[in-house]
């Protein structure tokens, strides 16, 4: 299963809404999660099955979508936020099914 | 504090190997589905290996026959032994708990790079 994220980059000034997207070449139902990482760090779990919040995950960060298509959303962009973030499906198993986008850098406009 | 804490990296030869080490604390890998997932300079993530509550592995096809992952409960530990490193393992490696809904523990990685 191909994951293709867009766009690539994204430019939003601090205290707007960012919205990032991530495809599905086929259904994953709502097997996906979705990481932020920063550079020099390991990635950290934001999203899973779509639309849950991982622990501690502020609730400005939202997840939606099902099938192939999903949406992450960042409401009010904090400065901590400018990152960048991966979508990952894990419908398939065994793991060596999973995939990743190639994911949106999200630069300070 | 629960944590993962990776080593082992550094220079090889193409044709050499190297074992990386995966320390847990916090919670015991043998109960947990643990992975490594890599990442190439500069590029997105690829998961390398799992290693369940058994003794059952997956490997991704590009390391299949060339990395073992293994585990020591006594010291809380899961291992990647890579043999026939090639130019293009190069990465930094991740370990991370994998609970089927997203790997939601990660370490701080280790670079493997594979140069002559």
């Known amino acids: 299963i191909v994951m293709t994220q867009s766009p690539a980059t994204l430019s939003v000034s601090p205290g707007d809404r960012a919205s990032l997207s991530c495809r599905a070449s086929?259904?994953?139902?709502?097997?996906l999660a979705w990481y932020q990482q920063k550079p020099g760090q390991a990635p950290r779990l934001l999203i899973y099955?779509?639309?849950t919040r991982a622990t501690g995950i502020p609730a400005r960060f939202s997840g939606t979508g099902s099938g192939t298509d999903f949406t992450l959303t960042i409401s009010s962009l904090q400065s901590e936020d400018f990152a960048v973030y991966y979508c990952?499906?894990?419908?398939?198993?065994?793991?060596?099914?999973?995939?990743f986008g190639l994911g949106t850098k999200l630069e300070i406009k | 504090e629960v944590q993962l804490v990776e080593s082992g990296g550094g220079l090889v030869q193409p044709g050499g190997s190297l074992r990386l080490s995966c320390v847990a604390s916090?919670?015991?890998?043998?109960?947990?589905?643990m992975s490594w997932v890599r990442q190439a300079p500069g590029k997105g993530l690829e998961w390398v290996s799992v290693?369940?509550?058994?003794?059952?592995?997956h490997y991704a096809e590009s390391v299949k026959g060339r990395f073992t992952i293994s585990r020591d409960s006594s010291k809380n530990t899961v291992y990647l032994q890579m043999d026939s490193l090639r130019v293009e393992d190069t990465a930094v490696y991740y370990c991370?708990?994998?609970?089927?809904?997203?790997?939601?523990?990660w370490g701080q990685g280790t670079l493997v790079t594979v140069s002559s």
């Open positions: 991370a708990n994998d609970r089927l809904r997203g790997f939601d523990l």
């Open positions: 916090g919670f015991t890998v043998s109960t947990k589905y």
């Open positions: 290693i369940y509550t058994g003794e059952t592995t």
């Open positions: 086929q259904s994953v139902n709502s097997n």
């Open positions: 099955d779509a639309s």
């Open positions: 990952h499906q894990y419908h398939n198993w065994p793991p060596s099914d999973y995939t």
